[in-house]
C-alpha cells in the first residue's frame, strides 16, 4: 500500500510539474470513508534485554536494513543505560528512540528515577507507559501512570499508554471494563489540542511473551471500542490517535494483524531483539 502510494505519488508529482499545476499528494493509507488517516508505527521494547555494547550492535544491524524507511514510523526503546549510545548510533536517520518508563515530577529526590527532561536530553522522542509488566511487578496504578503521561506530553514526549487484560479478566467478560477503566484512568486531563501526539498499545497480558497472539479478529474487536472510548474523549481527534497491538506480534502474524482497520501498528517484545525479524515486521508494515 505504501509503495504503490509512493509511486502513485511520484508519477503525480512529475505529471503536475509537467503541466504546472498544484500537486496532489495521496494520504499513505485510506480509511474506509476515503479520509486521511494514521501513519503505521512499529516500536520495539526491548524491555531488560542488552547491554550498551549489545544495544549499539543490534541498532547498528536495524538500520543496516530499514534505516532509510520514512513511510512507516520505526521506535526502538532500549533500556536507560543504552539510550545515549544508540540515539549516537541513529544519527540523523528516520528511526527514533523511546524509553520504557520515566517518573512523573521533574527532578529531585527520587532515588533511581528518571524524568521526562532527562529522557529528552537523550534525543528520546517516546516512552513506554504503563506496560503489564510494570503494573503487575511495581504495582503502578491508572493515577499514577495518568501523571506520567501528563508529564510526558508537558514535555513534548509522546506516551505509548498500554493497556490489556489478563486471562482471567477475559474469560470473567470484563475485558473491556479493565481496558476502559486504564483507558479513562491513563488518559484523565489530556487535553484534546495535544491528544493526538498520544498513542495507546492494546497488550492482551496472557499473549506477552507467551508466543500465544489475538486473532486478528479479537486484537480488532478491542482495537475498535478503545477507538470509541477515545472518541468519548478527544471527539473527532481520535481518529488520528495511533492504537498498537503488542502481545507475540512477530513476521508471521503481523500482516493479517495490521491489515485491521483499528490496528495502526505493532508494540513488539521478543521479535525486535533480533534486527531481522524487527526489519521484516517493518517491511510488512510498509507493504500494507
Ligand atoms: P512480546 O512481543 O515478546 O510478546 O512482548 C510484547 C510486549 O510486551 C511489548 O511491550
Redesign the pocket.
Known amino acids: 500500500m505504501a509503495e504503490s502510494c509512493a509511486a502513485r505519488n511520484a508519477f503525480w508529482r512529475h505529471f503536475t510539474t509537467v503541466f504546472h499545476l498544484t500537486p496532489f499528494v495521496f494520504p499513505l493509507k485510506l480509511s474506509t470513508t476515503m479520509e486521511k488517516v494514521r501513519r503505521t508505527l512499529i516500536?520495539g521494547?526491548w524491555?531488560m534485554n542488552k547491554t550498551a555494547a549489545e544495544a549499539e550492535e543490534l541498532t547498528r544491524g536495524i538500520l543496516a536494513e530499514i534505516g532509510k524507511v520514512t513511510d512507516v514510523n520505526v521506535v526502538i526503546c532500549p533500556p536507560f543505560t543504552a539510550l545515549e549510545r544508540v540515539s549516537k548510533v541513529l544519527g540523523n536517520s528516520t528511526i527514533q528512540l523511546g524509553a520504557q518508563n520515566m517518573h512523573f515530577e521533574p527532578s529531585g529526590a527520587f532515588t533511581g528515577e528518571i524524568s521526562a527532561e532527562m529522557l529528552r536530553n537523550s534525543f528520546c522522542k517516546f516512552v513506554?507507559l504503563g506496560?503489564?509488566?510494570r503494573r503487575a511487578y511495581f504495582k503502578e496504578s491508572d493515577e499514577l501512570i495518568n501523571k506520567k503521561v501528563l508529564s510526558a506530553l508537558h514535555n513534548k514526549i509522546k506516551p505509548i499508554l498500554?493497556v490489556g487484560e489478563t486471562l482471567e479478566e477475559r474469560e470473567k467478560g470484563k475485558m473491556l471494563s479493565v481496558i476502559k477503566k486504564q483507558v479513562l484512568g491513563g488518559l484523565a486531563e489530556v487535553s484534546k489540542e495535544v491528544a493526538e501526539e498520544v498513542v495507546v498499545?492494546y497488550?492482551p497480558v496472557w499473549?506477552?511473551?507467551?508466543?500465544k497472539t489475538a486473532t486478528p479478529e479479537m486484537a480488532q474487536e478491542v482495537h475498535g471500542a478503545i477507538r470509541k472510548m477515545l472518541a468519548q474523549l478527544f471527539g473527532p481527534v481520535s481518529e488520528k490517535i495511533r492504537i498498537l497491538y503488542?502481545?507475540?506480534?512477530?513476521p508471521e502474524n503481523a500482516k493479517e494483524l495490521l491489515a485491521q482497520p483499528d490496528i495502526d501498528g505493532g508494540?513488539?517484545?521478543?521479535?525486535?531483539l533480533k534486527a531481522s525479524s524487527f526489519a521484516e515486521l517493518v517491511k510488512i508494515a510498509l507493504a500494507q
Open positions: 516500536a521494547n524491555k513506554i506496560h503489564s509488566e498500554c498499545a497488550e499473549a506477552i511473551g507467551t508466543g503488542g502481545g507475540s506480534m512477530k508494540l513488539i517484545g521478543g521479535a525486535a
